[in-house]
């Protein structure tokens, strides 16, 4: 691996060299989703938000409607969205670098916060609806304003971000309070203008997508052409248009006759970044299935299915469990697809069907651990995949806090830890050991220490820099790699 470069520069360009088995990493910020408490108080000052130590607040605070689970880039880099199980959307906006303070140039500082989902209740099937946000997707910067898609397990919704630092006064038919005039008292006809206003951010619905899926919405992806998008639950894929709210296209559609013939379910799903037609889903069996739309309109039938033989001397009683793919995701190129199951992340040639080319332990360790993961419920944890913005390098979760970075070119990688303990700014992170048994050394941590509580489930990688952003629990960690 070639140096990574100072605290004070700026990041590395990402390049083959750039990897992450001896780099070094630092923590640019560490950020707490606003609680209830701290929104309240975001409404009586409106430069809170511009400060970042008022959302560092004590870990007790934190409520299960805190709990981060999604993060997500725009397209640019300059902003980093949020969703919570509260149904709250925290977006978080990249400081502008200044002569005086150079190294402030990674740190995001919160720009906007909106309740996206509340919680609702199916009278027909007598089923709670949380408001828990599932996934958020960006759509590409058209204009000043901003758009992205967040959605709960029902309901799909287009958001629209806009600032606001002028507002017009002198209507004719309303008074400065805003109640309607006589229209007798008026003798005047006064022009409106534009007067400045303190900087306002608005977050507004522009379309509501829903009614669509009976079961949980697991997956939403942006198509290239920016007209469609799909969400996907359980056992159907649905494409939708952005200007149609009150119909979708079913795309897939695995459902059996009958229910007890239910073998596998869909996992994830996602398009091709670059053609239009072309989509994956995975399923809990380990399998991928790309889909080519031109061929039919309902893609019951897959173009290309990938799959692993499974080794017999690995058969277990958790073997059909671990091998379920929690996310899937193409490479910014479009050649090659990442999935993650529960101990490793696979990389696949679109080429190549019959396996893939190359596989990533990422807490082996754990397979001794199965029948005790098994009892609760953590074998069950859908741990998220990202690539770097060339491809080159790959990061995943675990558990402890721990998060894991695999250099595909020279094959390296590290084990670094997101926690409080090491949240002081501009700290360099530590590689971290876990030890499976025998004598262990001073710097590593024995498996069976593992906290399983904490677990790093989501996670972000800049579009073109070395940012990554991890949320543990309710906190959101930003590190930057150290630059010279």
């Not at 509260?86 to 002569?99: A, H, L, N, P, T």
């Not at 958001?159 to 309303?174: A, C, F, I, Q, T």
């Not at 799903?269 to 994956?280: K, Q, W």
């Not at 262990?440 to 904490?454: A, G, H, N, Q, W």
Request: glycine share 4%; net charge negative; hydrophobic share 35%.
């Amino acid at each position: 691996l070639g140096p990574w470069c100072s605290p004070t520069g700026s990041p590395a360009p990402l390049s083959c060299e750039t990897g992450c088995g001896e780099g070094s990493w630092i923590l640019v910020c560490r950020l707490l989703v606003p609680t209830q408490v701290s929104l309240l108080s975001m409404e009586e000052d409106i430069d809170t938000r511009k400060i970042n130590n008022s959302f560092l607040r004590d870990h007790s605070y934190a409520t299960e409607a805190d709990i981060i689970s999604t993060v997500e880039f725009n397209h640019t880099g300059e902003l980093l969205a949020t969703g919570d199980k509260g149904g709250r959307v925290v977006i978080f906006q990249r400081e502008q670098e200044s002569k005086n303070q150079v190294h402030r140039r990674g740190e995001y500082n919160v720009y906007s916060t909106f309740q996206s989902h509340e919680p609702e209740f199916d009278y027909l099937k007598s089923l709670e609806i949380e408001e828990k946000i599932n996934k958020i997707r960006w759509l590409p910067q058209q204009n000043a304003a901003y758009f992205l898609l967040s959605t709960n397990d029902k309901t799909v919704k287009l958001w629209k971000v806009s600032e606001r630092d002028k507002r017009p006064e002198g209507y004719n038919l309303k008074d400065e309070e805003g109640r309607l005039r006589d229209p007798a008292t008026i003798t005047t006809l006064r022009v409106p203008v534009l007067r400045p206003m303190d900087l306002m951010v608005e977050a507004t619905p522009r379309r509501v997508f829903a009614n669509a899926h009976t079961y949980h919405i697991n997956s939403i992806s942006v198509n290239s052409d920016y007209e469609t998008y799909m969400s996907a639950d359980d056992l159907r894929i649905n494409l939708w248009n952005f200007e149609i709210t009150n119909q979708s296209f079913n795309i897939v559609d695995i459902k059996p006759a009958n229910m007890e013939e239910l073998t596998e379910v869909i996992t994830a799903a996602e398009f091709h970044p670059h053609h239009c037609n072309t989509f994956v889903y995975s399923s809990s069996k380990g399998t991928i299935r790309l889909c080519d739309m031109r061929a039919s309109a309902l893609c019951d039938r897959h173009t290309k299915f990938f799959e692993e033989p499974e080794d017999p001397s690995n058969r277990s009683f958790f073997s059909e469990i671990i091998s379920s793919i929690s996310d899937v995701k193409f490479s910014h190129s479009g050649r090659y697809i990442m999935t993650r199951d529960y101990l490793t992340v696979k990389v696949w040639d679109l080429n190549m069907e019959n396996r893939p080319i190359e596989t990533y332990q990422v807490h082996d360790y754990l397979r001794s651990k199965l029948c005790s993961l098994y009892e609760n419920d953590c074998i069950f944890d859908k741990f998220e995949c990202v690539w770097n913005g060339s491809d080159s390098v790959i990061m995943t979760g675990s558990y402890n806090n721990f998060f894991r970075m695999f250099d595909r070119n020279t094959k390296r990688d590290v084990t670094l830890e997101a926690s409080r303990e090491n949240s002081k700014p501009r700290a360099i992170l530590k590689p971290r050991k876990v030890c499976v048994g025998g004598k262990r050394r001073k710097d590593e941590i024995s498996v069976d220490s593992l906290d399983f509580s904490k677990k790093i489930l989501h996670t972000a990688w800049h579009p073109s820099e070395n940012i990554i952003a991890v949320a543990a629990t309710n906190n959101l960690y930003i590190f930057q790699d150290k630059v010279n």
